[in-house]
């Protein structure tokens, strides 16, 4: 089997449970459907992480953020983090194969220690004067966020306005056209492209055809009303976002509308990018890897349009891989988590991994020879809670790492209890803590959690000295 080059499509924010393939109802991913049928498909797939930047980071380094040392999310990730991230000499997929001769590229505009190894990293909007008007405000910092508002054309008053400014003009078409571009101008280099989409992410404002066919039974007001979600959130700042994000829907069911609308018209673009694979003759030698950085809480859980929380529907994801040489139609059920897609793709390239991996190559599933290899995952939240789950067979254990990480920064409450225990055979939907009734699993999975995250702190703070070691010999200091 030849795998000549890489795409790893990310659609950010959005759940398993919510595609045609991982069994929704309504028809919202075709294409997403079609690349199922013709390669694999991991029914338990997790997210390291239930927010982006500390997600993406164990996605292509194949590290825990505990280990690379990226935990926190946007602006709150400081620059120790990075220096630590840095330090450990921890390479993303993008570096292992630029230092092999890949065109690396991405349409991304995280920016930051993500665009790492990369030839060319864009986001969609570069180019324009939009695109102008971004980087400088970017460079400008302290008065970006006015700028973005003012000179970007984005009229958008308050908190929420700065949250989107972060973002402006990332739709799906034009993340596809730029991605297009870079295929068809890769001129038979071997490449790996990421393409990182962003229309499922809160607020979701899809094209209107899209959001409308998406609207089975909505607007009849059975669902719940938005004063009553508004009334359960504590930051006003946050309440004025989810205001932002409800403006204009009848009800709950109209802004789950609106998100299955945004997942069918990423789905449309990703069946064009697709296209464009086969069009430049690509497609057969092509490794497509599509999965999201987390899911998404709808309204679920006393969360509303989100991803906070470490719940089934914020923390399972779509996991799928496509190539010629692959088997088709082929569902894997075994637990699997993001940092197997370094070693897996790694493993398809023949290429050896640069530095000890937390995760493992995916093909010995693939093949069948194997049903599962890890008996549990494991997944952090420090963004909004400081939480940490372990999935173990059918149950999940939920705890919170101190009563301060119990609380939510953005509701100003606490979602669950301090432990948790479900057994999601029995109730997938997690809505019966049974901790009380199983305090043996409960025990079992308290330790296990433990356990890992002190075995990976160990060995994360070894690298560390390492990493610092090689460092100062490469400056000639020892
Ligand atoms: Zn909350």
Redesign the pocket.
Same mark, same amino acid.
């Given at each position: 089997m030849e795998v000549r080059n890489v795409v790893i499509i990310v659609v950010d924010a959005l759940r398993a449970r919510n595609l045609g393939c991982y069994g929704y109802s309504k028809n919202t991913s075709p294409n997403i459907d079609s690349l199922a049928r013709e390669g694999v498909l991991f029914e338990q797939a997790y997210c390291c992480s239930n927010c982006t930047d500390p997600s993406l980071t164990a996605m292509l380094s194949g590290k825990y953020p505990i280990s690379s040392g990226i935990v926190n999310h946007g602006a709150r990730v400081t620059e120790e983090e990075i220096q630590e991230f840095h330090g450990k000499r921890i390479a993303l997929l993008s570096e292992m194969l630029q230092s092999r001769g890949f065109s690396t590229l991405a349409v991304d505009w995280l920016g930051r220690w993500h665009g790492r190894g990369y030839t060319c990293y864009c986001a969609p909007w570069d180019g324009g004067t939009r695109g102008f008007l971004w980087r400088t405000a970017r460079r400008l910092s302290r008065v970006r966020l006015r700028m973005l508002q003012q000179l970007s054309g984005l009229v958008v008053p308050g908190w929420w306005g700065r949250e989107l400014g972060k973002f402006p003009d990332a739709d799906a078409r034009k993340v596809c056209d730029r991605a297009v571009e870079l295929i068809s101008a890769s001129g038979g280099r071997r490449f790996l492209l990421l393409v990182h989409f962003w229309d499922t992410h809160s607020r979701y404002n899809p094209p209107r055809r899209f959001a409308e066919a998406m609207k089975v039974g909505c607007g009849q007001g059975r669902s719940q009303r938005f004063d009553e979600i508004l009334g359960q959130i504590g930051d006003p700042k946050w309440r004025d976002y989810i205001r932002y994000c409800v403006k204009g829907a009848a009800d709950v069911d109209d802004v789950i509308a609106r998100y299955d609308g945004a997942i069918a018209y990423v789905d449309h673009e990703i069946g064009r990018l697709v296209d464009a694979l086969r069009q430049n003759g690509l497609l057969e030698k092509t490794l497509i890897v599509l999965t999201s950085d987390h899911g998404e809480s709808l309204a679920d859980h006393g969360?509303y349009f989100t991803h @906070?929380g470490l719940y089934e529907e914020t923390i399972h994801v779509p996991l799928i891989l496509s190539h010629a040489g692959l088997p088709g139609n082929r569902r894997v059920r075994g637990l699997v988590q993001h940092i197997d897609i370094v070693p897996t793709v790694l493993d398809l390239l023949k290429v050896e991994a640069e530095s000890a991996l937390d995760g493992e190559s995916l093909l010995p599933l693939i093949s069948g020879k194997v049903e599962g290899f890890r008996s549990a995952v494991y997944v952090e939240e420090f963004h909004?809670e400081r939480k940490r789950t372990i999935r173990a067979g059918s149950y999940k254990y939920i705890h919170a790492l101190s009563p301060e990480g119990a609380v =939510?920064r953005? =509701?100003r409450r606490v @979602?669950g209890d301090m432990e948790e225990l479900y057994d999601l055979r029995q109730d997938p939907l997690e809505t019966t803590n049974i901790i009380a009734a199983k305090p043996e699993v409960a025990s079992e999975l308290r330790e296990r959690l433990s356990e890992w995250a002190m075995h990976l702190q160990k060995k994360s703070a070894r690298g560390s000295v390492e990493g610092r070691i090689r460092e100062l010999k490469s400056m000639g200091r020892v």
């Open positions: 969360i @906070h909004t =939510c953005y =509701c @979602h």
